[in-house]
């Protein structure tokens, strides 16, 4: 017999996870609002099963409204309740049956990225895949593969083939985890690509190469975590990079470098599942201690106050207040990595050893 779930059982600001599985494969999984468990029934498993059941934070009613990454997916049925179960709080799922339907997504714009089941990819058709590849390159796709068939080798390779570079092993647990990263960075990304089209607002006029240092900032791929590696892509010195900053009367490009960084971590922090130490090393800080010190120079407060304080949207506008608005026609002239800069005036006497000193900082 099932068992009523009283009011008085509810789990205030938490999500159900049911999952029930059979030997060592899960067989289903099911998940509701804790708001909606009143009066509910959890019917047992059947013989030889077991469930498991895992509370998830409850996502704010306004949250639920915003937007999230949508996932256009191909995915067996089992694998559907998996994605949603794991996907909680950080995308929503468009489940296609075919990849006519995933093109249709893409090409109005309702996904941004596309997840394709290993299994389920034999019965497409390969040129519509390999549309799809070709017709949009810069939509991250994501081959899921759950369970070994006679076909996987084959379906894997043809997957490879197309061009589809990232490969989820989802037949061990960690797995999923893995798969929670790639939509939480997507997720990232998202907020990524909305900063650049606001600082292009911002600036209009800018010149191309001072767009590229921008580009680089919020640029996902490569990750850009130090100066050095900034002036590298940019095919200047990190000193000369730095001067002309300083010569201009801007922040230091550690500054933009440090804030641009910590709008990542603000909008990974809207996930309610994502501790600061898994943000620390998404974000590829050597620990979460270094995360804690990083924040505390920078925004002088705590990881816990700075994920209160600053969802993505908020930090971007921290990171426009303090570092474009007031800078608007400076930003517009500057051209970080040109070789001759005319616009530069010489350094006048006694400014050379100011200059040292901001290089060293």
Sequence with gaps: ???????????????????????????SASYSDDEHLTGACIVPPARGHTMLIVRIPHMPSDAKRGSHTR???????????????????????????????????????RARIVLISVTRYGLQNSSQGAAMVQEFPRVPAVALLTETQASTPHTTLALG????????????????????????????SDLQRSALAQIGLDLPGISRDCWRFFELLFDSSPKILTVHQLARHLNILPSTLMSRFFRAKLPAPKRYLSLARLIRAARLFENPGLSVARVASHLDYSSSQSFSRHVRTVMKMSPVKFRITYDGQGMLQFFRTELILPYVDTLCALRPSARHPGWMPKIQPGEGSKLSRALMI
């Design 161 to 188: 083939q197309l061009g589809i570079r990232t490969l989820v092993d989802a037949r061990a647990p960690t797995g999923w985890q893995t798969l929670r990263n790639i939509l939480a960075s997507q997720g990232s």
């Design 1 to 27: 017999m099932g068992t009523n779930a009283r009011s008085s059982d509810r789990l205030p600001g938490s999500n159900i996870v049911r999952m029930t599985r059979s030997g060592g494969s899960w067989v």
């Design 71 to 109: 996932v256009s997916t191909i995915l067996t049925p089992l694998e559907r309740s998996r994605v949603d179960a794991v996907a909680q709080g950080l995308c929503d799922a468009l489940h296609r049956e075919s990849l006519d339907e995933v093109l249709s997504d893409l090409r109005q714009q």
